[in-house]
């Protein structure tokens, strides 16, 4: 048979028919704990936290999706980042963007320096810096890309050759581009982390994290961190995430078809000092982007003139965008990063810009987004 493309693998990959009823959607198997026909005889399932046949089906989906032959699901994006730092051990290094999630920033320097594990954040849009960067106990290089807020695309090949060169692991946050328009793990990446609570579940209402590897060896180190610390969804999180993927290529398509009619907008306003978007030709990053990546995604970055105080009117002005930390679900969401989901770079060198909002475009009609950022620009 012709290996099946992505729409039907994201529909049917660990997705069967339930063979006892026919059910053509996955049922929900809410139990904690299944029954053993003898003592160390079991049916491939005996306690939930170790493995749930509705996160084995989330699981083999999304490890299909991102062309791996393992996948693991956890409670949340940042479970399944904390599940790779369970790969270091003390006096370990780690390299990653200098503009990271401000969680992911939160995990590495408040939380994993207590435990002998240091981190660097590197401008990876030129890899010497990176080259530059990797010291002798460097083992693992965290990369996002685009990255979050300022949509830089960072070129992941040339990264992780440079990476593997030093023995260091490449790690992948694929949770902007999905793996609907980025494939990390054909590129060179080792290991692909999501935040299956953005475009994967796709309806903000769900939180999940997955990770996605093609090493045997990796992927038990994972697993058996994944059991031993216990960060695992629950059947119905699983649930959820499997039936927003099933929608995940028509949603993404949408995604970047409405973000870009929104970034061109935005770019023609004279309030707006700049933008920031991998589908302009002239962005740093957008000939990476056209070679590693099939589209440009929904995410949208932009400052306002006047600073901080303008971007806090438009933030308040907004009427059919919501003004809430998250993104990638179907309603579009703002967020001011340096006051919510970055705020834990305060206080740090990686400062963000007072003055930038981050839109995640959403799904309805571009012109009605248009006209909500026109009104609340009218207002600065």
């Excluded at 995430?241 to 995940?248: A, E, H, I, Q, S």
């Amino acid at each position: 048979m012709t290996e099946r493309r992505f729409e039907t693998r994201a529909i049917h990959a660990g997705q069967a028919p339930d063979p006892s009823t026919g059910a053509v959607v996955p049922p929900i198997h809410q139990a904690s704990t299944f029954a053993q026909s003898a003592p160390a005889e079991h049916k491939g399932y005996e306690y939930a936290r170790t493995a749930n046949p509705t996160r084995s089906a989330l699981e083999t989906c999304l490890a299909s999706l991102e062309e791996g032959g393992h996948g693991l699901a956890f409670a949340s994006g940042m479970a399944a980042i904390t599940a790779c730092a369970y790969l270091l051990s003390p006096g370990d290094a780690v390299l990653l963007p200098d503009d990271v999630y401000g969680g992911t920033y939160r995990l590495f320097v408040r939380v994993l320096a207590r435990y002998g594990i240091t981190s660097a954040f590197v401008d990876m849009t030129d890899p010497g810096r990176l080259e530059a960067a990797l010291t002798p106990h460097t083992r693992m290089v965290l990369i996002e890309t685009p990255t979050n807020p300022y949509l830089k695309v960072l070129d992941i090949q040339a990264l992780a050759d440079l990476a593997h060169g030093r023995d260091a692991l490449v790690v992948v946050d694929n949770t902007f581009a999905s793996p609907y328009f980025q494939q990390p793990l054909g590129l060179g990446a080792d290991i692909v982390v999501h935040s299956t609570t953005k475009y994967l579940g796709g309806h903000s209402d769900v939180i999940g994290g997955a990770v996605v590897t093609n090493s045997r060896e990796v992927a038990e180190t994972l697993r058996f961190h994944q059991n031993a610390a216990g960060a695992v969804p629950g059947p119905f999180d699983c649930w959820l995430v499997m039936r927003g993927v099933r929608t995940l290529a028509v949603r993404m398509s949408a995604h970047t078809r409405n973000a870009m009619q929104v970034a061109e907008f935005l770019r023609s306003h004279r309030r707006v000092a700049r933008v920031f978007y991998p589908g302009f030709p002239d962005h740093p990053g957008h000939d990476v982007a056209r070679r590693q990546m099939t589209g440009f995604g929904g995410m949208v970055s932009f400052t306002v003139e006047g600073g901080a105080p303008a971007a806090r009117a438009v933030a308040s002005g907004v009427q059919v965008f919501t003004l809430a930390e998250s993104l990638g679900g179907v309603e579009s969401l703002l967020d001011h990063p340096a006051s919510m989901t970055h705020a834990s770079l305060g206080g740090s060198p990686l400062q963000i810009d007072p003055g930038l909002l981050r839109l995640s475009v959403g799904l309805e009609h571009p012109q009605d987004l248009i006209d909500d950022l026109a009104q609340a620009l009218a207002r600065v």
